[in-house]
């Protein structure tokens, strides 16, 4: 892979200059980024297989006036389950928290 791809990046003084990259950003986004979304909102999990799945992480909104708590598992779980299997929703709500953040499982 040959190609060089460039970035711009704030340089001295707030000006821009550009950088060359030895990769694609995407990447550099799946090894370095995750995004979170909450499950009651469609957006986030259904953009979740155009990224990866192992860049998505489960995200809630609890204690927050507007959450779904205590449904959140029935509002959300369920479409999230119909649209991307429940082996999909079982690695965005627990697998990919236990990797990224090294949580003993046994």
Do not use: C
Request: zero cysteines.
């Amino acid at each position: 892979m040959g190609e060089l791809f460039r970035a711009r990046i704030a340089g001295p003084g707030g000006f821009e200059r550009f950088v060359a990259l030895k990769r694609m950003p995407s990447e550099i986004v799946k090894e370095h980024v995750f995004f979170t979304f909450e499950v009651e909102e469609e957006g986030g999990f259904r953009r979740a297989p155009e990224v990866g799945l192992d860049n998505f992480l489960w995200a809630s909104d609890f204690p927050g006036l507007d959450s779904p708590w205590p449904d959140s598992k029935a509002m959300g779980h369920a479409p999230a389950e119909a649209a991307l299997g429940k082996a999909a929703l079982n690695q965005l709500v627990f697998d990919n928290a236990v990797k990224l953040y090294k949580i003993p499982v046994t």
